[in-house]
């Protein structure tokens, strides 16, 4: 059963940066597509960041373009999400999704959506609380 763990998340003035990992435990086979959402209180899951390495895709939401980078080390299999320029509206629980049908493509932030109930695991999620 594979098994995602998040660390990173903590609280950060405006202007700061923090590093989010993700961990991927007991995969024994490749995991094609990894994958950073958030969530607020009261608001929608809405999707961050995703690398498609079969693809070579990587898909940024247009608020974190420029400010977050979403990166990869397969030896440790962990996927990161460094975040820089951390504004107040980016204060939400963080999650880390793992694994698309390959017949499901993430190729924009349009897709972030509807790739929600395609991903096959997600993890518990780390928070992140940015104060202005």
């Known amino acids: 059963q594979v098994r995602l763990e998040e660390s990173g998340g903590g609280s950060v003035q405006a202007g700061g940066s923090l590093r989010l990992s993700c961990v991927v435990h007991e995969s024994r086979f490749s995991i094609n597509c990894m994958g950073w959402y958030r969530q607020a209180p009261n608001k929608e899951r809405e999707g961050v960041a995703s690398l498609c390495t079969g693809r070579g895709v990587t898909v940024y939401a247009d608020s974190v373009k420029g400010r977050f980078t979403i990166s990869q080390d397969n030896d440790k299999k962990t996927v990161y999400l460094q975040m820089n320029s951390l504004n107040a509206e980016d204060t939400a629980m963080y999650y880390c999704?793992?694994?698309?049908?390959?017949?499901?493509?993430?190729?924009?932030?349009?897709?972030?959506?509807?790739?929600?109930?395609?991903?096959?695991?997600w993890g518990q999620g780390t928070q992140v609380t940015v104060s202005s």
């Open positions: 999704a793992a694994d698309l049908p390959n017949r499901f493509s993430l190729s924009g932030p349009g897709d972030f959506v509807a790739a929600v109930p395609m991903w096959q695991y």
